[in-house]
């Protein structure tokens, strides 16, 4: 319980010595995460929409790629994506590996089964409801498409808060692509794992105080913009 | 687009035959009731007909177009309401806007077109959180508004308590004096006595007899009809 | 609707992909080292002088002795600084490498718990107190990882005549981590461990454990630097990385390796002019 009590001190000692090295691995974590899960929704959202309402041949096989995919562990995501990137690799010339961009391709194939995934549930669902009414009213398979996964918007949110926490809190990806450089690729997460390797576990669990702050307020912001929302859309 | 001709239509699933060869012209003009008790293949048919599912044998033909249904010509109410989660009127203009209707014009027409239902006061409210009977009467708006030729309901009353029953039977009388062709599905005697000119009536899937509604219901030809209307009809 | 919703969300699609895009266009290299050395803090210190000078930016990245060669051989880094001398030259020979340079030294040292069951405690012998453990079954950590400090800890059994690998019993636990999870480990069951100094000193975990033998010219750690091949790898940043490398040999490199302290204790010794170390 010490321990605990000693990591709030630290984490409002750190916050309070408005350290500058430690805003900027807050900043590259909020830029690295939020940027991954941007992108990932753009990805799985759609393909989530797509597999929702049509029908094809393999389609179960591909819902059971997308739920065993969430599993993925990040710290596999990171190997391959290492190798994929290293200069020994297939794109080693793009010169991306040891960078944040590094960083947001692994933490965006992390998190795309996430929203696929859970989102395809939620808008196969949603689609029983809507299908008749939507055909009926003269919505191509697009647009209907498009009009489900925006009736649906708030239980997307959610999904897609599922997925930046699990970006936010993972480090095995980050390790491996990002390198953990000093002022370049060190986030959180990684400094976390430094600070607790080096024994400094008051200093790494007031992070991790941080670290969590941080998602709650997140989530915490989403939250009120939802709520706006539903009061004004029901 | 009308008239509709169904030809030796049948319609399976699962292994089962729900409509089984129903042969049929429906003409503008008189309101067309189809009556049958539950499970006959109702609901099935008019969804046929508005082309939600497609026959497993026959024709379904609408005229001048060949069998290709125009959109937004016909438009469906059905039993229960779906409204997308905005506003009512943006329900309304949804439909407007798939029809190509410009944004100003949708604006409008949406506009009159709840006046006219009694629902003007609720155009900005989620349209979600209205009631059962609101629901209904801002899916009848949101049909009407397309101005259709056909309007297709499929039991839009039967959630509906009495006082919502007989807004929903005004709103229905309404359209059909602006000019719309009423296609309704019912297995309430009363409304079809009230709202209909016509009796399409369905028994296990297929077509058994058409009438006029006084002499279907005073004089009924097929015994199956007979025993309906006396209601000793199964229910299942 | 449909056009501004369009533009809005094309809008947002660019500035995703600016946030995302790879921002400097700073000159950096990329150097592989140990764990041990960027714990230590002698980066944070040394580098900042060097990157003021030469407006070369120097990315650090920390693994274990074998992963950073194997990283350098993979052609994924500029400048290899690590303190493992055989694996260095093997290095070389396969031609990753250009030149081995010497730099700096430090030692290690047998970190204990104060309770001591090996009773070697201030002794300095490192072979005579390995033996001792061994003899007393007395729990020993190892870090398990083919590190510099892990060859250096395997050759130290071998001049003490001990086959480890054959000869270990419960009481060695490997745990295949670095330095830090090392000492925390052997804190917490009160084993005897193979540290750096360097690490020991910034270790802030220590429970019960202390120095127990330390001195022994056996213990001293030799770093290299080395320049990755530019024939062999073509990406590497072969003047910037050699500008890397003349300066950490030169006076003012080793004398910024001298003055970083903790506390009062200098951590690593220059020795770049001892061309045979």
């Known amino acids: 319980m010490g321990d605990l009590t000693s990591a709030f001190t630290e984490a409002g000692r750190l916050i309070a010595g408005a350290d500058s090295e430690l805003y900027a691995i807050v900043a590259l974590s909020l830029r690295v995460s939020l940027t991954a899960v941007v992108v990932a929704a753009m990805i799985g959202l759609p393909l989530g929409a797509i597999v929702a309402i049509t029908r094809f041949p393999g389609r179960d096989a591909v819902i059971v790629a997308f739920n065993a995919l969430m599993g993925l562990p990040p710290v596999v995501v990171g190997l391959l994506v290492y190798l994929a990137l290293s200069r020994a690799g297939p794109l080693g010339p793009l010169g991306l ?54 009736d649906t918007r708030f239980s997307l949110v959610t999904i897609v808060l599922a997925g930046f926490g699990r970006a936010a809190a993972e480090v095995g990806a980050v390790m491996i692509v990002g390198g953990n450089i000093d002022g370049v690729t060190r986030v959180m997460t990684t400094a976390i794992a430094l600070e607790t390797s080096k024994g400094d576990l008051p200093l790494a669990l007031g992070l991790g105080v941080i670290l969590v702050t941080l998602v709650i307020a997140v989530n915490a912001a989403a939250q009120l913009i939802k709520s706006a929302a539903q009061r004004r859309y029901g | 687009m009308l008239p509709l001709l169904l030809d030796n239509v049948c319609f399976a699933a699962g292994g089962h035959t729900i409509i089984d060869g129903v042969t049929c012209e429906i003409a503008s003009g008189p309101r067309t009731i189809i009556l049958g008790p539950n499970g006959a293949g109702k609901s099935v ?13 026959g024709r379904i033909e609408w005229s001048g177009n060949g069998s290709h249904r125009r959109l937004h010509a016909q438009a469906m109410v059905f039993q229960r309401p779906v409204m997308l989660r905005r506003s009512a009127l943006a329900n309304v203009t949804y439909g407007l806007e798939l029809a190509g209707v410009s944004r100003r014009e949708r604006e409008l027409r949406a506009q009159d077109v709840l006046d006219v239902v009694g629902l003007a006061h609720l155009a900005q409210r989620p349209a979600r959180v209205l009631s059962g009977g609101e629901q209904q009467k801002l899916a009848l708006a949101r049909a009407w508004a397309l101005g259709p030729e056909v309007l297709f309901l499929d039991e839009p009353t039967a959630n509906l308590d009495p006082g919502a029953t007989r807004e929903v039977e005004t709103i229905v009388g309404q359209i059909r004096a602006s000019g719309t062709k009423i296609v ?11 709202l209909g000119d016509e009796i399409l009536f369905i028994s296990a899937g297929r077509l058994v007899e058409r009438a006029p509604v006084d002499r279907f219901f005073i004089q009924p030809a097929s015994a199956e009809a007979a025993a309906f209307i006396r209601g000793e009809l199964p229910w299942s | 609707m449909e056009l501004r919703r369009n533009l809005i969300g094309t809008g947002l699609a660019l500035a995703v992909l600016a946030f995302a895009a790879p921002a400097t266009a700073q000159k950096f290299i990329t150097v592989a080292s140990t764990t041990s050395t960027e714990q230590s803090g002698l980066f944070k210190h040394v580098l900042p002088i060097f990157e003021k000078k030469s407006g070369i930016q120097v990315r650090v990245v920390a693994l274990g002795t074998g992963q950073a060669l194997d990283l350098a051989r993979r052609g994924d880094a500029d400048v290899v600084f690590v303190h493992a001398k055989s694996q260095e030259e093997k290095f070389i020979q396969e031609g990753h490498g250009v030149k081995r340079l010497p730099v700096m030294y430090n030692d290690f040292v047998l970190i204990g718990p104060k309770a001591d069951p090996a009773k070697i405690g201030g002794g300095k012998d490192i072979v005579d107190a390995l033996k001792k453990i061994k003899g007393a079954s007395a729990p020993f950590v190892s870090r398990g990882d083919r590190s510099g400090t892990h060859s250096a800890e395997i050759n130290l059994w071998k001049i003490a005549g001990i086959d480890i690998a054959k000869e270990k019993g419960p009481w060695y636990r490997e745990v295949g981590q670095g330095m830090g999870p090392a000492l925390n480990t052997s804190s917490s069951m009160g084993a005897y461990v193979l540290s750096d100094r360097a690490t020991w000193l ?20 030799q770093y290299g630097v080395i ?16 500008a890397f490398i003349d300066w950490i040999v030169s006076p003012e490199g080793q004398k910024a390796i001298a003055d970083y302290k903790i506390g009062s204790d200098q951590l690593f010794f220059p020795n770049a002019h001892e061309a045979a170390a």
């Open chain 3, 202 to 221: 910034a270790f802030k975990n220590r429970g019960s454990l202390v120095i127990s033998v330390e001195g022994d010219k056996r213990l001293f750690n």
């Open chain 2, 184 to 194: 309704m599905t019912t297995h309430n005697l009363g409304q079809a006595r009230r």
């Open chain 3, 227 to 242: 320049l990755v091949n530019p024939e062999k790898h073509k990406n590497v940043k072969r003047a910037e990385g050699q």
């Open chain 2, 45 to 57: 048919l008019m969804r046929l007909c508005h082309g939600l599912l497609t026959p497993s044998a």
């Open chain 1, 97 to 150: 590996l040891f960078t944040p961009t590094a960083m947001i391709v692994a933490q965006t194939i992390l998190i795309a089964p996430i929203i696929a995934g859970l989102s395809r549930q939620t808008l196969e669902d949603a689609w029983q409801e809507y299908a008749e009414q939507l055909r009926s009213l003269g919505a191509t398979p697009l647009r209907g498409g498009l009009t489900l996964l925006w």
